[in-house]
């Protein structure tokens, strides 16, 4: 059996063939128009095609077609409910593709389908729950709970970068102040890392990053490694608060398996390992003989695309 999964960005459109274990067949990818919801499904189309063809098979030995895009989805009727970066709003966008390939087609958000990919094919597979979060421009997250996709009844759960975890804190975009997300983004923490770099003009970050704006998610901890006081200032702040978040999260839901993905989870056990120190301090069942297992995430940029081709397994 084959599927279909599109990886919808605002950047490029990419769609992978995948069977039901999640192994990608082939995959194509082509750049995201900026004309409107015709043109983005003429292009989600034509690069469902460009990946059929990269492995070797016709669209009619296709089961379905998934589809994992930004904003506000609402999957039972197919729609994007806004998506700002390319002005959409209530685009039918399933019922678009549709019209073009002649396949069953199924919408959700991209931080849902990365989850189902990781939990399908990646670090969650063979658990019966998982939560995965990713740390880039925002926390997004996504939960498999018993065998199914979590998403709440209104499609808008798991929304795990808006838990407040410093009250009164820092402002986040979603107009709260204190949420996950503004403290454990990647986008947090080179703005903290910004922050302390003009407080310690002597610190080795400068050096590193030469000036404010080449600041990366890498620079704060290649300082660090080089034993830069400041530096370990930020890298300690973050993993506090990662930590912070991971165990409330964990204490919520108890999930046999959680994963960390996106830029940050690329230093690997240098930010995994105190991170999994502070869970097993906080974890709400920590004399348990059942825990938590965290994990890294496995399948990088694969993760959306192989989520999107498996949601009909999963919903």
Not at 25 to 48: C, F, H, I, N, Y
Not at 105 to 125: H, Q, R, T, V
Not at 185 to 206: F, G
């Amino acid at each position: 059996m084959h599927y279909l999964g599109i990886d919808l960005g605002g950047t490029n459109v990419a769609a992978a063939v995948v069977d039901k274990d999640g192994t990608i067949l082939g995959k194509a990818s082509l750049p995201t128009p900026r004309t409107g919801a015709e043109a983005v499904a003429d292009q989600m189309a034509a690069a469902a095609k460009a990946a059929a063809e990269q492995a070797g098979v016709s669209l009619e030995q296709v089961e379905s077609v998934g589809i994992g895009s930004p904003g506000t989805i609402e999957p039972q009727h197919g729609l994007i409910k806004f998506w700002s970066n390319l002005d959409f709003e209530n685009v039918p966008l399933a019922a678009l593709v549709e019209e073009r390939l002649h396949k069953r087609i199924y919408l959700e958000n991209d931080a849902n389908a990365a989850a189902l990919g990781e939990y399908a094919a990646g670090a969650g597979k063979g658990s019966q729950s998982m939560v995965a979060i990713t740390l880039g421009t925002g926390v997004g997250g996504g939960a498999i709970l018993n065998g199914r996709l979590y998403t709440g009844f209104n499609y808008a759960g798991m929304e795990v970068g808006h838990f407040v975890i410093e009250h009164n804190g820092r402002p986040c975009t979603c107009g709260r102040k204190g949420c996950f997300e503004a403290y454990c983004s990647a986008t947090a923490l080179i703005k903290r890392t910004r922050q302390v770099m003009e407080e310690n003009p002597d610190s080795l970050l400068w050096q590193l990053a030469g000036d404010l704006d080449k600041v990366n998610g890498r620079t704060p901890f290649d300082a660090a490694a080089q034993g830069d006081a400041a530096a370990g200032k930020v890298i300690d702040e973050y993993v506090d608060y990662l930590g912070c978040g991971v165990a409330s999260l964990v204490n919520i839901l108890q999930p046999e398996v959680f994963c960390i993905g996106g830029g940050p989870s690329a230093q690997g056990e240098t930010l995994m390992a105190p991170v999994r120190y502070i869970l097993n301090r906080e974890d709400y069942a920590r004399n348990s003989v059942h825990r938590t297992r965290l994990v890294r995430a496995a399948l990088g940029n694969d993760a959306g695309i192989i989520g999107a081709a498996l949601l009909p397994l999963f919903r």
